[in-house]
């Protein structure tokens, strides 16, 4: 098999995550005897600077003809007086748009070896395993009428749902559910918007479709709560764009770090993946950076866009095991400092791939 993957790494600490991640994929792939062929295109402040757009025209054009796209992260605050429609930002918002991919898969679960980093108290993360399934390509991200009327001193944004939008993030939702333990929280705002009215009675609806799995409805503020307080009793949630946003972020504090985490996206022509952690600026170009949520970024791309389920098993394991030896990076480097050894980026990486290689011989 090959795997035409664009890598567009970005801003701040994506250039030296996705090298990481990069060097996994061709050594696991070549193991089983896959190709993966690399292209590499800007995106974001990067692009911003040198083409003058923060996507610009053959970096979408790689995009659409490849199989999967994995990318960094983009931002810094060099890009920050932007206006949001020219900042960087706004090259990830048109890239997902183009793409077409609506569920964002983002898992936060807890990692044993990890439990001395999230300020949650062990016997409330323990075992906890969470999809986040958020919406990718609708409400206030990109609803329209948009506008900062500067000389009113007014702004507007539109929160705003199609039912054919509901439905087929809720669809993927349910089938994920299936596949897990067969229960589905989805988030809303119904007692205040008419949107998230919407939403609870569209998600009501799909659910006849799915009778094995149960269905329970959270409004977004108890459920910011309620994640932290008791995250073992919530699989799979299903969130509109901003909700699942917030939420995501929210419940990386029961990994322990942002840089823990991988998402995916799917349902459109060609599947995006992403750390979920941003570019990080202050400690870009200084090996600080935790490359292994791009790294488990990586096994889903293997996953999900090549069929390679056991090869992407192997990159997770091989995962678990360098934090069970004691290897940390930076951000994870807290507690008592005689039980780890901290790596930077790179030595992370080798790590990770000496650990694969000793996991296949
Ligand atoms: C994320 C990020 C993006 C988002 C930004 C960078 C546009 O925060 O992937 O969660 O808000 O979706
Ligand atoms: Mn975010």
Same mark, same amino acid.
């Given at each position: 098999?090959?795997?035409?993957?664009?890598?567009?790494?970005?801003?701040?600490?994506?250039?030296?995550?996705?090298?990481?991640?990069? =060097?996994?994929?061709?050594?696991?792939? =070549?193991?089983? +005897?896959?190709?993966?062929?690399?292209?590499?295109?800007?995106? +974001?402040?990067?692009? $911003?600077?040198?083409?003058?757009?923060?996507? !610009?025209?053959?970096?979408?054009?790689?995009?659409?003809?490849?199989?999967?796209?994995?990318?960094?992260?983009?931002?810094?605050?060099?890009? @920050? =007086?932007?206006?949001?429609?020219?900042?960087?930002?706004?090259?990830?918002?048109?890239?997902?748009?183009?793409? /077409? +991919?609506?569920?964002?898969?983002?898992? =936060?679960?807890?990692?044993?070896?990890?439990?001395?980093?999230?300020?949650?108290?062990?016997?409330? &993360?323990?075992?906890?395993?969470?999809?986040?399934?958020?919406?990718?390509?609708?409400?206030?991200?990109?609803?329209?009428?948009?506008?900062?009327? %500067?000389?009113? +001193?007014?702004?507007?944004?539109?929160?705003?749902? &199609?039912?054919?939008?509901?439905?087929?993030?809720?669809? $993927?939702?349910?089938?994920?559910?299936?596949?897990?333990?067969?229960?589905?929280?989805?988030?809303? %705002?119904?007692?205040?918007?008419?949107?998230?009215?919407?939403?609870?009675?569209?998600?009501?609806?799909?659910?006849?479709?799915?009778?094995?799995?149960?269905?329970?409805?959270?409004?977004?503020?108890?459920?910011?709560?309620?994640?932290?307080?008791?995250?073992?009793?919530?699989?799979?949630?299903?969130?509109? @764009?901003?909700? /699942?946003?917030?939420?995501?972020?929210?419940?990386?504090? $029961? &990994?322990?770090?942002?840089?823990?985490?991988?998402?995916?996206? $799917?349902?459109?022509?060609?599947?995006?993946?992403? !750390?979920?952690?941003?570019?990080?600026?202050?400690?870009?170009?200084?090996?600080?950076?935790?490359?292994?949520?791009?790294?488990?970024?990586?096994?889903?791309?293997?996953?999900?866009?090549?069929?390679?389920?056991?090869?992407?098993?192997?990159?997770?394991?091989?995962?678990?095991?360098?934090?069970?030896? /004691?290897?940390?990076?930076?951000?994870?480097?807290?507690? @008592?400092?005689?039980?780890? %050894?901290?790596?930077?980026?790179?030595?992370?990486?080798?790590?990770?791939?000496?650990?694969?290689?000793?996991?296949?011989?």
């Amino acid at each position: 098999m090959n795997l035409n993957l664009l890598v567009v790494a970005g801003d701040g600490i994506g250039p030296e995550v996705t090298a990481e991640a990069v =060097a996994v994929l061709n050594q696991v792939a =070549a193991s089983g +005897g896959h190709t993966i062929t690399i292209t590499e295109k800007r995106i +974001g402040g990067i692009a $911003i600077d040198t083409d003058g757009t923060p996507l !610009p025209q053959d970096t979408l054009d790689a995009a659409l003809a490849s199989d999967a796209v994995l990318l960094g992260a983009v931002g810094g605050n060099k890009w @920050n =007086a932007l206006s949001p429609d020219t900042r960087p930002e706004a090259g990830l918002l048109k890239i997902r748009a183009a793409l /077409g +991919g609506f569920a964002n898969l983002r898992p =936060a679960f807890a990692i044993k070896e990890l439990a001395v980093n999230s300020p949650l108290r062990t016997e409330v &993360t323990e075992g906890a395993d969470i999809l986040f399934v958020r919406e990718l390509l609708g409400g206030l991200y990109f609803g329209q009428p948009r506008e900062w009327d %500067k000389a009113k +001193g007014e702004a507007w944004n539109t929160m705003r749902y &199609t039912k054919d939008e509901i439905v087929r993030v809720a669809r $993927i939702a349910f089938q994920l559910a299936q596949k897990r333990s067969k229960k589905l929280t989805s988030v809303d %705002k119904a007692n205040v918007l008419e949107v998230s009215q919407l939403w609870r009675a569209t998600v009501t609806e799909v659910a006849a479709e799915f009778p094995d799995v149960t269905l329970e409805h959270q409004l977004v503020d108890s459920m910011a709560m309620l994640l932290m307080t008791s995250p073992r009793n919530y699989d799979v949630v299903l969130t509109e @764009n901003l909700f /699942g946003d917030i939420l995501s972020d929210e419940s990386a504090v $029961i &990994t322990g770090s942002l840089g823990m985490l991988p998402s995916a996206t $799917i349902g459109g022509k060609v599947n995006l993946y992403e !750390p979920i952690h941003g570019s990080a600026p202050d400690i870009a170009g200084k090996k600080l950076a935790n490359p292994l949520g791009a790294i488990m970024t990586g096994a889903l791309v293997l996953r999900h866009s090549a069929g390679l389920e056991k090869e992407a098993v192997l990159i997770e394991t091989a995962v678990r095991k360098v934090l069970e030896a /004691g290897y940390r990076t930076a951000d994870l480097a807290r507690g @008592n400092t005689t039980d780890f %050894k901290v790596l930077n980026t790179t030595e992370m990486g080798d790590k990770v791939r000496e650990t694969i290689a000793s996991l296949l011989s």
